[in-house]
C-alpha cells in the first residue's frame, strides 16, 4: 500500500508510507540509487497514510514529485524536493480516490 515514483531529477525511485502489519500506516519516506536504499529523514514528513497517489513532475522550474491524499489522509498535496517535504496549498484538487 506503498506510494512509489521516479525522481528523474535525483535519478532515484522515491517511497513513501505504506501499511505494516505490526506496525500500521506509515509516513516514512526511502529513495533508491539503483543500488542501495536510504531513508530519509525529512523535517516534516506528511502526516501517515497508504494508497496515496505519486507522480514525476517534469514541468520546467520544478521537478518535484508530488504526493495527494491517501487512506488516513485529508485530500493534500505534498511536494518532495530530494531532501524535505513541502505542503502546497492548492486552490482546487481532485477528489481523493
Known sequence: SHS???DV???EIVLFGGYNNQIGRLNDTWVFDGTTWE???PTTPPP???DAMMV???AAGRQKVLL???QAANEDTWLW???Q???TATVTRPPNY
Do not use: H, S
Open 4 to 6: 512509489m515514483v521516479y
Open 9 to 11: 531529477a535525483r535519478e
Open 39 to 41: 531513508e530519509k529523514n
Open 48 to 50: 501517515i497514510r497508504d
Open 56 to 58: 514525476y513532475d517534469a
Open 68 to 70: 495527494f491524499g491517501g
Open 81 to 83: 524536493d530530494g531532501a
Open 85 to 87: 517535504w513541502t505542503l
